[in-house]
């Protein structure tokens, strides 16, 4: 079992990724346009056709893997915090998720402690818990159960935990580096940096733990919330509701 707490040093050259990213995006939609230029131009035989559109394809997935890992990133700065309920929110990211977890045959199970909540921005935790989810579900490619779990002490933790593939050592290690993936031309290596950052700018500690074989859980802790906050929120929506 390897252990290992989430060190933020990384994180300063991370947000000076602004302008490296937008070549991310760039160089595979620059590939895609030059393709698809050839297709305009006469005489192609079907074959080169069906390869050219092939490329295409593949460039722009490369272009939008880079936008979904990235999307809320862009401006590293939080700028709205406001209570969440994180019944809630990790309920909308579970559900945006459903397909994949289809598609890879995994079974998300929830447990949450109610009324849990936390202090952050909406979007950004998202982003955040897409990133985490994902790769968790990518690491069951055939199959496995996700668990996603809320947990109170002094401070809120939220687990999410699978039964995949888990990792090794320098992957642990390397987590978080940017453009670090071992999913080859399927990754970008950008969620866990976007991870990290995010997390570091909700007062948040990131906590990992992997076996081989057996999966991986990522622990995300954070100040917990007056509960009297939430009350809070949930009379405005009750009021916005009536
Ligand atoms: P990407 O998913 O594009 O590869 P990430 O930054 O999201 O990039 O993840 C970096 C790497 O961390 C992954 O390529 C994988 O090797 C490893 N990783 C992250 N989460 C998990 C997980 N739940 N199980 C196994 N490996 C993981
Ligand atoms: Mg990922």
Known sequence: ????????????????????????????????????????????????????????????????????????????????????????????????????????????????????G?????????????????NAIESMPEGGILTVETERTTTVSILIKDTGSGMTLEQMTRLGEPYYSTKGSKGTGLGIMVVYSIVRAMNGTIHVESEIGKGTTFKITFPSLLSNSLETKKTEKELVMS
């Open 118 to 134: 936390i202090e952050g921005d909406k979007q950004k935790f998202h982003q955040c818990f897409v990133n985490i989810m994902k």
């Open 1 to 116: 079992l390897r252990q290992r707490t989430i060190k933020s040093k990384r994180i300063e050259a991370v947000e000076r990724m602004g302008a490296a990213i937008s070549h991310e995006i760039r160089n595979p939609l620059t590939a895609a346009i030059g393709f698809v230029q050839l297709l305009q131009s006469n005489a192609i035989s079907k074959e080169n056709h069906t390869h050219y559109i092939s490329i295409i394809k593949n460039e722009l997935k490369s272009a939008e893997r880079v936008i979904q890992d990235y999307l809320n990133f862009s401006n590293p700065e939080i700028k709205s915090m406001e209570p969440l309920l994180l019944q809630e929110e990790l309920e909308q990211v579970v559900q945006l998720l459903q397909p994949l977890a289809k598609r890879n045959s995994v079974k998300i199970v929830s447990i949450f402690s109610p009324g849990e």
